[in-house]
């Protein structure tokens, strides 16, 4: 199960908002009593300060629950000035803005994990809040995160992701259905059903299938990716405006994904198997997102959690004039 909504943070109400969807997306996954309090004051927290300090932004909520975990990550995306000193910032009672300046090391202690990244363009936070017992018992070679916007004005999204994570092996989907609005999220809600069916076969099979069950929809852009940590090897298959990039530090590798459209036209699926370096970073998305973005304006973020890479990206390079789709994978060891 992947959950995702953003609340934009635009006046006094937006804090209240936020905190509601949280409590849904809580409830939804099943989160206890005490982890659903703790997101509910992360959200308000971190939203308030978006609003004093950076003039508004948004929150973007991500849920996913597995036989392994249950767990929501926070993430509030701001282009206010940033933070001049971080580090002060993290310490009880500082303030700039005549708070009692206890949100964010509050925000820190309740969180499994916990990152800031914050430049001239503006503050990412991200927190995730997770069943203790659960997250102990579960360590995962990889790390993914996600996030997905519909198009303005659209409550559903055309754009869905899905991935899987069992041993040395992590696939995930990106989906894209032809157009926006109800009709390009069955399709690419069918797109993540096929693969959550058949997702332990390799990529270029589970594009097959895709392709065959996408025939009774408008049709989707579509890729799966395969990595195996341990051997250090990626498996991508891709059809349409899916966009991939390997990056590391001394690596920079754009995926290939033929023209076409699932369930309409597909002319050929072609794996690609290229080399997973240790200190690999995946990013996949749809062409919500401009192709030509770059990170090496935003030094030290590839170090930092993925949902913040993902969230700069979706703040700093979406276009506005689609549904947008972001996912990222690296190492859970380099985080």
């Known amino acids: 199960m992947f959950l995702s909504q953003t609340v934009a943070l635009s006046d006094s109400s937006s804090t209240a908002e ?18 659903s309090g703790e997101v509910a004051i992360v959200i308000t927290e971190a939203a308030r300060n978006a609003m004093v300090y950076g003039g508004g932004g948004q929150v973007v909520l991500s849920g996913t629950k597995s036989q392994y975990e249950a767990r929501i990550e926070i993430l509030v995306l701001d282009r206010g000035p940033g933070i001049a000193d971080l580090a002060r910032a993290l310490e009880d009672g500082y303030s700039t803005g005549g708070t009692p300046g206890t949100g964010l090391g509050a925000i820190r ?36 995160a996600a996030l997905k916007a519909p198009f303005p004005g659209e409550n559903a999204c055309g754009d869905n992701i899905a991935w899987d994570i069992r041993g040395d092996r992590c696939v995930m989907l990106v989906a894209d259905g032809l157009g926006h609005g109800p009709n390009a999220a069955d399709a690419a809600d069918e797109a993540v059903r096929i693969f959550q069916a058949y997702k332990q076969e390799s990529p270029a099979e589970i594009m097959s299938r895709l392709h065959d069950a996408l025939k009774k929809t408008r049709g989707a852009a579509a890729a799966v990716a395969e990595i195996r940590p341990l051997a250090g090897t990626l498996i991508y298959a891709g059809v ?37 370096p240790k200190d690999g970073i995946l990013i996949m998305h749809s062409d919500g997102l401009q192709s030509r973005w770059d990170l090496t304006r935003y030094p030290g973020i590839l170090a930092r959690q993925p949902a913040l890479i993902a969230g700069v990206l979706l703040r700093d390079f979406r276009r506005e004039r689609d549904d947008a789709s972001v996912l990222v994978m690296k190492g859970a060891t380099s985080i």
């Open 18 to 35: 936020a905190r509601r969807a949280g409590a849904v997306m809580a409830a939804a996954l099943g989160l206890s009593e005490t982890k």
């Open 109 to 144: 202690r309740m969180a499994s994990a916990f990152d800031v990244f914050t430049s001239a363009k503006g503050t990412a936070l991200f927190a995730r809040i997770a069943q203790d017992e659960v997250s102990r018992q579960f360590k995962s070679l990889v790390e993914c």
């Open 240 to 276: 349409g405006n899916i966009a991939g990039s390997i990056l590391s530090n001394t690596l920079g590798r754009s995926l290939i994904s033929h023209n076409g459209t699932l369930g309409h036209i597909m002319a050929r699926v072609q794996e690609f198997k290229v080399e997973w």
